[in-house]
T-cell receptor
Framework: ETGVTQTPRHLVMGMTNKKSLKCEQH?????MYWYKQSAKKPLELMFV???????ENNSVPSRFSPECPNSSHLFLHLHTLQPEDSALYLC?????????????FGAGTRLSVL | TQLLEQSPQFLSIQEGENLTVYCNSS?????LQWYRQEPGEGPVLLVT?????EVKKLKRLTFQFGDARKDSSLHITAAQPGDTGLYLC????????????FGPGTSLSVIP
């Protein structure tokens, strides 16, 4: 148990569906992250929130929409996804965005887009 | 652009064997982390190294940070099936606001 909980663990959706991924951290951290992990590729950082403010968006398509209502919760809203978006989506948190702060990961949501 | 390379990409060994995996970059890092990710799970932090030349031990795992803080190695002694997983290194850039970048990982399989 890392203190970062992601739901659901598995999700299958069609290209026309709308779904949301949820992440909750119980570590008292102020920074939260979304990563995409595809087979044979390094972890791809998607979004970073620091003290509820989005500080990074690494050229992520608009069909992915993050939301951070407070420092403990992070959502990733999905709509009109493509099959190539199928991947493991990982959430992480750290004390804040400053250097040297270790990131703790959730178990991920395995997403399949049909 | 900072990049981290890891080698080998895949490794399959018998239980009881020793192994070393490597994490290399042309950039200097202020710190480097090693994570292990088991199938269907997220990465779990194993260790952080900060000082050039630093060596840390975690039971049968020995981590070393290069003197120039550009590379790191992970040595496992007498590997066990429970060591199976994806080993990821992650480097923190020189300044406080530099991003953490991840290597592509080494996938280790320990056969009983």
């Amino acid at each position: 148990e890392t203190g970062v909980t992601q739901t659901p663990r598995h999700l299958v959706m069609g290209m026309t569906n709308k779904k949301s991924l949820k992440c909750e951290q119980h570590l008292g951290h102020n920074a939260m992250y979304w990563y995409k992990q595809s087979a044979k590729k390094p972890l791809e950082l998607m979004f970073v929130y620091n003290f509820k403010e989005q500080t990074e968006n690494n050229s992520v398509p608009s069909r992915f929409s993050p939301e951070c209502p407070n420092s403990s919760h992070l959502f990733l809203h999905l709509h009109t996804l493509q099959p190539e978006d199928s991947a493991l989506y990982l959430c992480a948190s750290s004390q804040d965005r400053q250097g040297g702060n270790i990131q703790y990961f959730g178990a991920g949501t395995r997403l399949s887009v049909l | 652009t900072q990049l981290l390379e890891q080698s080998p990409q895949f490794l399959s060994i018998q239980e009881g064997e020793n192994l070393t995996v490597y994490c290399n970059s042309s950039s200097v890092f202020s710190s480097l982390q090693w994570y292990r990710q088991e199938p269907g799970e997220g990465p779990v932090l194993l260790v952080t190294v900060v000082t050039g030349g630093e060596v840390k031990k975690l039971k049968r795992l020995t981590f070393q940070f290069g003197d120039a803080r550009k590379d790191s190695s992970l040595h496992i002694t007498a590997a066990q099936p429970g060591d199976t997983g994806l080993y990821l290194c992650a480097g923190q850039g020189k300044t406080s606001y530099d991003k953490v970048i991840f290597g592509p990982g080494t996938s280790l399989s320990v056969i009983p």
